[in-house]
């Protein structure tokens, strides 16, 4: 005897799902990690190097760059000498602090 199918009553994803784009992004390797560690305060990108010893250069300055163009990263530059830059979160960027540590939660429940 088949299975009846039952309708779906979950609500229809809306058109432009915001819930993708964020996961495509936060998804990239070391996204999470680096946005990890600016909730602690704002970084130059050598200390982010020494939070992260397993990222290269070239991924480290991509996945900012990328952060920056989204609006989770503000990038500012600091009138030193030798001139250095900081990154820090920006409002958004903070507001992404809740579910990450929601996340965190549950894979530690999941072992």
């Known amino acids: 005897m088949a299975l009846k199918l039952r309708k779906n009553r979950s609500a229809p994803l809306p058109a432009a799902c915001g819930g993708r784009k964020a996961l495509v992004l936060l998804g990239r390797a070391w996204t999470l990690a680096v946005v990890w560690k ?12 020494l939070d992260l010893p397993q990222i290269t250069p070239k991924v480290l ?7 920056e163009a989204e609006g989770l990263v503000r990038r500012t530059e600091v009138a030193t000498s030798p001139p250095t830059v900081e ?7 903070e507001a992404l602090m809740n579910p ?10 999941l072992g």
């Open 87 to 93: 990154y820090a979160l920006t409002e958004l960027g």
């Open 38 to 49: 600016l909730s602690g305060g704002p970084r130059r990108f050598s200390e982010l190097r």
């Open 61 to 67: 300055t991509t996945r900012l760059r990328e952060l």
């Open 100 to 109: 990450l540590e929601a996340i965190v939660a549950l894979g530690l429940r």
